[in-house]
């Protein structure tokens, strides 16, 4: 059973924007905290931005603040990740997540999508 899809994964040049897109079913996104995480080439997967279930706080990795913005629709079940400015070094699948604690620990999180690719050339 398919928990989280993920979508808008590509490829851009240095500099360019994507937005990724997750869907989740509705007993997933309720009450849960969302986000994305990233796998970038021969490293651990690692926490990238998180929303919380009100979309009251948000969180980031240093390495993304001020670049990318992660929201959540309640409508729609969908949570979302808009890049910006992107850089060489944020190539790397991201997965969409839920229902972790209030960290950027892989560990915490108990749903997970199945990953899209984004590539960034120089």
């Known amino acids: 059973q398919v928990h989280l899809t993920e979508s808008g994964g590509g490829s851009v040049q240095d500099g360019g924007s994507l937005r990724l897109s997750c869907v989740a079913s509705?007993?997933?996104?309720?009450?849960?905290?969302m986000g994305w995480f990233r796998q970038r080439p021969g490293l651990e997967r690692e926490g990238v931005a998180l929303?919380?279930?009100?979309?009251?706080?948000?969180k980031y990795a240093d390495s993304v603040k001020g670049r990318f913005v992660v929201s959540r629709d309640s409508y729609k079940k969908t949570v979302y990740l808009q890049m910006n400015d992107l850089k060489p070094d944020d190539t790397a699948i991201y997965y969409c997540?839920?229902?972790?604690?209030?960290?950027?620990?892989?560990?915490?999180?108990?749903?997970w999508g199945q990953g899209t690719q984004v590539t960034v050339s120089s």
């Open positions: 997540v839920a229902g972790g604690a209030w960290e950027l620990k892989p560990s915490s999180f108990s749903y």
């Open positions: 509705p007993h997933i996104y309720s009450g849960r905290n």
């Open positions: 929303v919380s279930v009100d979309s009251s706080y948000t």
